[in-house]
């Protein structure tokens, strides 16, 4: 598996998301680790890309959970560090299940 290729030496997998969030304007797979959260996404057609953002927890300040609309509700979780926010967002449902799990691990 490509993601193997992004653990660190011991790292395990806590808890890898059932369903894509959305980051900035692309769509990633939510990997949360022992030591960091990753945003994976593999693109492309024919040659096969991947796409990796991580956040380690030593730099986290903070995790929130958020909605917003009437219809079609969007649920936003903001992950907070001294230098960034960072936003995931997607159906409330979906991401609110997925928030619930990310805080088992932190």
Avoid: C
């Amino acid at each position: 598996m490509p993601l193997d290729d992004y653990l660190m030496p011991g790292e395990q997998v806590k808890l890898q998301s059932a369903t894509s969030v959305h980051y900035g304007d692309k769509v990633y797979q939510v990997v949360v680790t022992d030591k960091r959260i990753l945003l994976y996404a593999r693109r492309g057609l024919l040659v096969k890309n991947d796409d990796v953002v991580t956040q380690r927890f030593t730099d986290l300040q903070g995790i929130k959970y958020q909605e917003s609309g009437l219809i079609g509700k969007r649920g936003t979780i903001r992950i907070e560090t001294m230098a960034t926010k960072t936003d995931l967002w997607g159906p409330a449902e979906e991401v609110k299940t997925l928030y619930q799990q990310m805080m088992q691990f932190m």
